[in-house]
């Protein structure tokens, strides 16, 4: 039987400017960065599938978008250019529950939403220090039972499959899929290429790795990244510039 093959769909649904350390563990302070927010269009197979909703109301500014060097959406736009509705999206899975992630999770009436268990935890018990849950985003889902949760790795559909790592959240999931070109893994936290690819002087001192510039356990963090480094042939970071300008991966 031929393997299933997906094709990966950037749409940038919002954007953030703030310090570039936010991305990376203790460099890169006082440099300004602006970053996409995404949500990935998975096509293939019989189902319409997405990685993450992104923002509610992003910000559509000529500086922003001039940053990115791509228009920014909303929803109904984004998924408009692949002839996609709300309503017709049956496979929701998120990396976390971070409100730039599942601000239009609301809107997706008939989709099956995949989440770790951690991360529902969470949402309605934050730390004081983690703002970025907000549970009123994902009240309607859950009221629906629209929610399966996650416990460890688990095969969502032949050729993708969740990839529990907690770096940057509780119940972090990246998400491996198989393609024309061999596996992709979409990461499940907050990074860009550079985590990926340190500078020789972070090189210098010995690390292969930045680990992500929020996150719970340091230590645990760098490791996750090293981790995930083998599992795929191609690693594309949750909040990577570049791929807002690449309609396809």
Known sequence: MKEITYKIHPIVLGSKSFD??????????GK??????????????????????????PLKSKDREDALGAKIYSFEEGLGKYGLTPEGIDIVIHTH????HCENDSKCKNATFYVHENELKQ???PH???????????????ENNQIVTLKGDTDILPGIK????????PGGMSVLINTEKGKVLITGFCVI??????PPQVLGMGMEVI?????????????ILVKVKELADIIVPLHEPRFAKIETI
């Open 20 to 29: 570039k350390s936010m991305m990376t563990y203790q460099f890169n302070y």
């Open 32 to 57: 300004p960065f602006v970053i996409p927010i995404y949500s990935w269009y998975i096509e293939g197979g019989d189902k319409s599938i997405l990685i993450d909703t992104g923002e509610f109301m």
């Open 97 to 100: 529950l971070h409100n730039d």
């Open 123 to 125: 949402i309605h018990n």
């Open 128 to 142: 004081p220090l983690d703002y970025r849950y907000m549970e009123d985003f994902i009240l309607d889902v859950e």
């Open 162 to 169: 969740t990839i529990y790592t907690p770096a940057h959240s």
């Open 193 to 198: 290429d550079e985590n990926f690819n340190p």
């Open 211 to 223: 680990p992500p510039g929020t996150l719970i356990n340091s230590y645990e963090a760098y490791d």
